[in-house]
């Protein structure tokens, strides 16, 4: 899986992610926090479905999945970022799940035309 990049990437955000989600809780943050951590640690989940994906339909659906969870990832540290719940600083965040997005929407754009 080392030659992966999307797999990795979504990993490594993952751990970010979870390490998050424990400093929240740290300030007493329940609720945005665990949407996070859901819909965070989701997008590595469904890329290494994708990965492992019977069909190029089965990879593309999977990987729409994957994006559709880092959108919601992004509004959430959107919300975290302009809201007051936390002074923790989410700008590191947003700029990984903006690459990630954009790598997940340009997979599935390059498999959507040799499909």
């Known amino acids: 899986m080392k030659d992966n990049l999307i797999a990795n990437k979504t990993f490594d955000f993952s ?30 989940a469904n890329v290494e479905e994708a990965i492992a994906g019977q069909s190029m339909k089965d990879f593309i659906n999977k990987l729409s999945i ?4 880092a959108r919601e990832t992004k509004y959430w540290l959107r919300l975290l970022d302009k809201s007051e719940l936390t002074k923790i600083n989410v700008e590191e965040y947003l700029i990984e799940i903006e690459h990630i997005i954009n790598i997940i929407t340009k997979i599935i754009k390059t498999s959507q035309e040799k499909k």
């Not at 994957?66 to 969870?69: L, M, S, Y």
Request: aromatic letters at 6%; glycine letters at 6%; proline letters at 0%.
């Open 66 to 69: 994957a994006n559709k969870e």
């Open 15 to 44: 751990l970010m992610i979870i390490k998050l989600f424990i400093q929240l809780k740290k300030e007493n943050e329940f609720i945005v926090s665990k949407q996070l951590l859901r819909c965070g640690t989701s997008i590595g």
